[in-house]
């Protein structure tokens, strides 16, 4: 298994941001290649999307979930991957996010993708495009405040 972790500071409130990150449904708006995303229930979630060419389909638990500190998943169909993301209040407005992935590379192209740094850049972009997402809006678009264990 591969394991990244990158982190990026969003100018906005803590509960907005994790508030957010909630709602996976709007993650194909600013996860590249992620077409779908559907919650099944409160600790599942439905994928699908585009990676290396190919059309990718898994379903995902969260196992852990603490509003405004922590969610972490691991994959329970589909290529083996697990995770975590956890928000730190860097101030009143400023909030740090820091996602923690772990992959394995399936094939030949999937493990040339990431020897060249590929998921890397793919998920410095995909946070990126979650910080533009928050801080253009100013709020979330929605918030589950459920606790997970």
Known sequence: METLEKSIDVN?????????????????KFMQGVEEVRQLSDKRLFWKAKLWGKTEEWEAEIYEQVPDQRIAWRSVTGA???GAV?????????TQVTLSLSYQPLGITEQIGDALGL?????????KR???FIEER????GAWRGEIR
């Open 86 to 94: 956890s928000f730190k209040a860097l101030s009143p407005g400023k």
């Open 130 to 132: 979650f910080q533009d």
């Open 119 to 127: 998921v890397s850049g793919r998920i410095e972009g995909d946070l």
């Open 12 to 28: 906005a409130q803590l509960h907005e941001v994790y508030n957010q990150w909630t709602q996976f449904e709007e993650f194909p």
């Open 80 to 82: 083996p991957n697990a």
């Open 138 to 141: 100013g709020r979330a678009t």
